[in-house]
T-cell receptor, first 111, second 112 residues
Framework: DAKTTQPDSMESTEGETVHLPCSHA???????IYWYRQVPLQGPEYVTH???QNTTNSMAFLAIASDRKSSTLILPHVSLRDAAVYHC????????????FGEGTKLTVSS | AQTIHQWPVAEIKAVGSPLSLGCTIK??????LYWYWQATGGTLQQLFY??????VESVVQLNLSASRPKDDQFILSTEKLLLSHSGFYLC???????????FGAGTRLSVL
């Protein structure tokens, strides 16, 4: 699995729209971009994923660069509940494919 | 709706004692199952995965073993705990072509 690079931390205020960047310059054509978030002493929560096209769901919007070497997770109108460590992970399909977590970006949300 | 249940929620065990952690998936047939471990302050590491009953693949050697006795059950165990086994153990399930993983609430293990 290729490596991703994320900022160590980001700060935001409630109600803001937050852009979390992820760089994956050596991504392979069959690798999906996954985003998970985790708060202390809880299991990671699936946020979204994409391959080439931008995707959106109730939690976030995932913008993927046309060359797929970077992506941005956009969280609209963040609340205190969105404070977590956000992980950007590359993964191929298949049951044996690993989901390799790094340090992620710690998002702090203030009121 | 599918649910994933891990037990126990937390354990305090002595070094050298045995351990058994469990994970049950309800509402899904033949899911892929995974065990992950996170040391305090560390990153999540995948330990085992299982595609079908009776078959378990080891990813990282930590003097632990895993078994899948039933389609909906995944067990993590060891006969002799080490201090280094302390941490947060997570079970996850996945299914389908994309095989997106969904995690349980985890078990906190303290080995003293």
């Amino acid at each position: 699995d290729a490596k991703t690079t994320q900022p160590d931390s980001m700060e935001s205020t409630e109600g803001e729209t937050v852009h979390l960047p992820c760089s994956h310059a050596t991504i392979s054509g069959n690798e999906y971009i996954y985003w998970y978030r985790q708060v202390p002493l809880q299991g990671p929560e699936y946020v979204t994923h994409g391959l080439q096209q931008n995707t959106t769901n109730s939690m976030a919007f995932l913008a993927i660069a046309s060359d797929r070497k970077s992506s941005t997770l956009i969280l609209p109108h963040v609340s205190l509940r969105d404070a977590a460590v956000y992980h950007c992970i590359l993964r191929v399909q298949g049951g044996s494919a690993k989901l390799i977590f790094g340090e992620g970006t710690k998002l702090t949300v203030s009121s | 709706a599918q649910t994933i249940h891990q037990w126990p929620v937390a354990e305090i065990k002595a070094v050298g004692s045995p351990l058994s952690l469990g994970c049950t998936i309800k509402g899904k047939s033949s899911p892929n199952l995974y065990w992950y471990w996170q040391a305090t302050g560390g990153t999540l590491q995948q330990l085992f995965y299982s595609i079908t009953v009776g078959q378990v693949e080891s990813v990282v050697q930590l003097n632990l073993s895993a078994s899948r006795p039933k389609d909906d059950q995944f067990i993590l165990s060891t006969e002799k705990l080490l201090l280094s086994h302390s941490g947060f153990y997570l079970c996850a399930w996945a299914q389908g072509a994309l095989n997106t993983l969904y995690f349980g609430a985890g078990t906190r293990l303290s080995v003293l």
